[in-house]
């Protein structure tokens, strides 16, 4: 079956721009994550989503980054005024549970800031 | 809160070597554990996970990990390695409760296998 999408599969933006990344989870998993991966670094968790409970947005690193998720499928990831430091792939998985479930992982998108 | 710590950045083997990729982890409360790999021009993906039971699992292709609470160390092994092997390893935890199972990853191992 299809796995975890994600659009676009790279970005390049001038700095002060805003970006919107897409990510279509696998059908029927409850629980969708987005990590964030910069160069040489581990994937930092951002947010999380688990069916209509509200968001787990810890992981966001400031106020210019926001996300939905309509019901449970299509999120949105949104970086307002993007800045050099937020290149780096961004990361959604799902899963078909939250703690101790596997996370199935999309293919990523590459941002560059310039 | 937690951290991961893998404790090689790097790790060069030739084909049919034993290989240990370690991690270390510091958590206030339970954790499930994880190792996922990504190969090279691929997506991540789960190698095996330690949820309950026994300290000792096991992947298809021939990888185990061991959980050993007293140390917070939870070691990827395998006995001997294929090129196929060679790929960025990542070791993870997720808090038992209340978090909703996000990951919080350590940097990686480049494991590079030479024939």
């Known amino acids: 079956g299809a796995g975890v999408s994600q659009s676009p599969s790279n970005k390049v933006t001038e700095k002060g721009k805003d970006v919107e990344l897409r990510c279509d989870p696998i059908s029927g998993h409850t629980a969708l994550y987005w990590y964030r991966q910069r160069l040489g670094q581990g994937l930092e968790f951002l947010i999380y989503?688990?069916?209509?409970?509200?968001?787990?947005k810890s992981g966001l690193p400031s106020d210019r980054f926001s996300a939905e998720r309509t019901g449970e499928s299509v999120s949105t990831l949104t970086i307002q005024r993007t800045q050099q430091e937020d290149s780096a792939v961004y990361l959604c998985?799902?899963?078909?549970?939250?703690?101790?479930?596997?996370?199935?992982f999309g293919p990523g998108t590459r941002l560059l800031v310039l | 809160a937690q951290s991961v710590t893998q404790l090689d950045s790097q790790v060069p083997v030739f084909e049919e070597a034993p290989v240990e990729l370690r991690c270390n982890y510091s958590s206030s409360v339970s954790v499930y554990l994880f190792w996922y790999v990504q190969y090279p021009n691929q997506g991540l993906q789960l190698l095996l996970k330690?949820?309950?039971?026994?300290?000792l699992v096991e992947s298809i292709n021939g990888f185990e990990a061991e959980f050993n609470k007293s140390q917070t160390s939870f070691h990827l092994r395998k006995p001997s390695v294929h090129i196929s092997d060679t790929a960025e390893y990542f070791c993870?935890?997720?808090?038992?409760?209340?978090?909703?199972?996000?990951?919080?990853f350590g940097q990686g191992t480049e494991l590079s296998v030479k024939p």
């Open positions: 989503f688990q069916g209509n409970s509200a968001p787990d």
């Open positions: 998985a799902s899963s078909l549970e939250g703690a101790g479930g596997t996370q199935y």
């Open positions: 330690y949820l309950s039971g026994s300290t």
């Open positions: 993870a935890v997720s808090p038992l409760y209340n978090q909703g199972g996000k990951l919080i």
